[in-house]
């Protein structure tokens, strides 16, 4: 099968316009456990504020440093199943963190996992602060 076969084949994956509003708290729930309070306060709110963008599944994996989990993992199992029914994921929720030269993922790493497992190419939307 050529790779232009397998790309008609994907699915394609459907996003909402914006992240969720249930996904901020799941932000600084995580985002409390690598910084103070406060710090992790204060990234959600920028997180709010922060322009849509759009980054390949890959990418983030990179730059995330993060192990792909898999696929029999139940949340990531959940979320496939929305991406072959043709529901929406909501996008992701970035915080560059330039002192480790890493990207954290704040809320949506199994949506991530989920889709990189389906398209490593897949473009995700995504806020990032």
């Not at 909402?16 to 690598?34: I, K």
């Not at 963008?53 to 199943?81: C, P």
Request: charge should be negative; charged fraction near 25%; aromatic fraction near 8%.
């Amino acid at each position: 099968m050529s790779d232009q076969d397998q790309d008609e084949e994907q699915v394609e994956i459907k996003w909402f316009s914006v992240p969720e509003d249930h996904n901020y708290p799941a932000a600084v729930s995580y985002l409390s456990l690598l910084y103070e309070t406060q710090i992790a306060t204060d990234y959600v709110a920028r997180l709010k504020d922060a322009p849509m963008s759009e980054f390949k599944a890959k990418d983030i994996f990179r730059a995330s440093s993060l192990s792909l989990l898999g696929v029999s993992n139940v949340h990531i199992e959940k979320n496939q199943k929305k991406i072959d029914k043709g529901r929406e994921l909501s996008p992701l929720l970035l915080v560059r963190d330039v002192a480790n030269g890493k990207v954290v993922v704040a809320d949506g790493y199994h949506r991530l996992c989920a889709v990189y497992s389906h398209n490593e190419d897949a473009v995700i939307p995504c806020k990032i602060v």
